[in-house]
């Protein structure tokens, strides 16, 4: 089955540094999807891109899409100590679109200093 | 607008017992999806639910799981003789009846531990 792989797996920066994470994916996909873990908490929704774009912004976020190479970035600017999360890249695979299941990486690990 | 609400948030039961996990999805929600999420990893999909039917359940254990979403009430999530690699998070996310459901709205969780 699918798997999104994020990378790097663990990212430390410092306030006001901006952060980029990668996430790869398998399979065709209707749509990709970023999420936002705080520790023990539940998922926070940030930004849905589809297949058919190629770049999408929110706020402080911008979240890119190359689907040749089935790959993703998530770009947080300026970032915040409340930034501090886990952050998971998660596909709809085509065939899956009347379901809607998510597929899940591993997630990126993000600690911001202040 | 109550968000989705799941409990217990923390569950230990004993080798060999039952583990009943609730959901309630968001109002006007109607569709219910289980993921579970093992230490310092991403989620996995368990099973998809809309009101008294299993859509999708493709990710769930062959034994011992079972997932219901009844016509009145939460969806529930039943473990049966949990063993102690059942302790995970287990989380709740729903989604409306109509349009797509691509968008997931997700709970808190329910922490199970086995011990």
């Known amino acids: 089955s699918q798997q999104g792989e994020e990378d790097p797996q663990a990212l430390s920066i410092q306030e006001g540094e901006n952060a980029t994470m990668n996430c790869s994916y398998k399979t065709s996909i209707n749509n990709l999807q970023w999420y936002r873990q705080n520790s023990g908490r539940g998922l926070v929704h940030l930004i849905l891109i589809r297949s058919n774009e190629r770049e999408k912004h929110s706020g402080r976020l911008r979240v890119t899409l190359d689907t040749s190479k089935k790959s993703s970035s998530l770009l947080i600017t300026a970032s915040r100590a409340a930034d501090t999360a886990s952050y998971f890249c998660?596909?709809?695979?085509?065939?899956?679109?009347?379901?809607?299941?998510?597929?899940f990486g591993q997630g990126t690990t993000l600690q911001v200093k202040p | 607008n109550a968000g989705v609400m799941q409990n217990p948030r923390h569950l230990v039961r004993r080798r060999g017992q039952e583990a009943r996990l609730r959901c309630s999805p968001m109002?006007?929600?109607?569709?219910v999806y289980w993921y579970r999420q093992l230490p310092e990893e991403g989620l996995k999909f368990m099973v998809y639910l809309q009101k008294e039917n299993i859509i999708d359940e493709s990710g769930m254990p062959k034994e011992r799981f079972s997932a219901e979403f009844p016509k009145e009430g939460p969806s529930i999530l039943r473990i049966q003789q949990v063993v102690r690699g059942d302790s995970a998070a287990y989380f709740c996310?729903?989604?409306?009846?109509?349009?797509?459901?691509?968008?997931?709205?997700f709970g808190p969780g329910t922490r199970l531990t086995v011990t």
């Open positions: 998660a596909t709809v695979p085509i065939g899956s679109s009347n379901t809607g299941k998510l597929i």
């Open positions: 996310a729903s989604s409306p009846p109509s349009g797509s459901s691509y968008e997931q709205y």
């Open positions: 109002k006007g929600h109607s569709h």
